[in-house]
């Protein structure tokens, strides 16, 4: 999961103990509080707050020593028109401060609430396409970096974050030849992203961020314990997707790694294919990466009987609050306790 969360785990620990029985068809009943679920959500929901405010103080450590702590941050949102799907950019600056009182979401909604444009249709608000924390450097450094940012990539609902724990839905799509192309999909980790001036850049810098150390006087400054999960972001794994061509522009050198028991994705690109990137960046195109990866789920679904019945077993607890009928598997009982 994205951070460990004793309720959730808990879940999840029963339901895998119950899916092989289901899959042998045998008789099974599954048991759940009212009172356990509704902790359950609001234990993810913190979960998820939690993990967003580390990717702040990492990008606030990364900033004190890559950006040599002289840097302007930002909140950037990309929008479109409804009518003419036109899009545009809009920038606000805010403080440190700001990032621990609101959710990145929730500085995006504030920024794109206070506009109102004249369309062809008349005055409209405008439509988030994508809202992300940019550190903007005031100074070239020895990596040349031109700015980081910051995005939260927790998109899926509680019930789709389950049962990829469940059935290791990562492991299930590299070993299928069909699903493979969509691995990229299933990924949900949160986000950093570094944009060095041209593609000579990359390689150093990710050796800068292999040699990565904050030292007690830059995790103090910064509110964070020092510890041994702290010192650095431990890299995990690194993909090469530089001489990627996609029509997006997307290339990238991109690095797993987890810091203060968080995992968490860092891009490094290239300046021109950042801006590519940008100016494909759509509310339609976004809408066909989530329709892409929603495709996994219903090849996975149709060939596993338990997955499905599962996927929908976690939407009825989750989002209806076990309100209506269950979903219902042959075999399978399922009790709601008040």
Not at 35 to 40: K, S
Not at 110 to 131: F, S, T, Y
Not at 176 to 187: G, N, T
Not at 291 to 305: H, K
Request: glycine share 4%.
């Amino acid at each position: 999961m994205v951070t460990p969360a004793p309720r959730v785990s808990a879940l999840v620990s029963n339901l895998q103990d119950a899916r092989a029985p289901i899959g042998a068809r045998e008789r099974v009943t599954l048991r759940f509080s009212k009172e356990t679920l509704e902790e359950t959500r609001h234990e993810f929901a913190e979960a998820i707050r939690d993990g967003e405010e580390r990717l702040h103080h990492l990008c606030g450590l990364m900033a004190r020593v890559l950006l040599r702590d002289n840097y302007e941050l930002s909140s950037i949102v990309i929008a479109e028109m409804p009518d003419t799907r036109e899009n545009f950019t809009l920038r606000q600056r805010v403080e440190r401060s700001d990032l621990y009182s609101r959710t990145d979401i929730d500085l995006g909604h504030r920024l794109l609430e206070k506009v109102k444009l004249n369309g062809d249709a008349g005055w409209q608000h405008p439509r988030l396409v994508a809202n992300f924390v940019e550190y903007q450097p005031q100074a070239m450094d020895d990596f040349h970096i031109h700015k980081m940012i910051s995005r939260i990539k927790a998109e899926e609902e509680i019930w789709n974050k389950v049962v990829y724990e469940i059935f290791e839905l990562d492991k299930v799509v590299k070993r299928d030849k069909e699903l493979s192309r969509y691995s990229r999909y299933v990924k949900d980790i949160f986000g950093i992203k570094i944009v060095v001036g041209q593609m000579a850049d990359v390689h150093p810098l990710q050796l800068g961020l292999e040699e990565l150390r904050f030292t007690a006087e830059h995790l103090e400054a910064e509110g964070v314990p020092h510890e041994a999960s702290t010192e650095q972001p431990r890299i995990l794994e690194v993909k090469n997707y530089l001489a990627a061509r996609k029509k997006s522009g997307w290339k990238a050198l991109k690095s797993v790694v987890v810091w203060w028991g968080q995992t968490f994705e860092i891009q490094i690109q290239p300046l021109p294919n950042y801006f590519l990137e940008q100016e494909y960046l759509t509310r339609e195109s976004h809408s066909a990466f989530k329709e892409r990866r929603d495709r996994i789920y219903e090849a996975v679904g149709e060939s596993d009987r338990v997955f499905a019945f599962y996927r929908d077993l976690l939407q009825w607890l989750f989002r209806e609050g076990a309100e209506g009928p269950a979903p219902e598997l042959k075999g399978v009982r399922i009790e709601i306790e008040a």
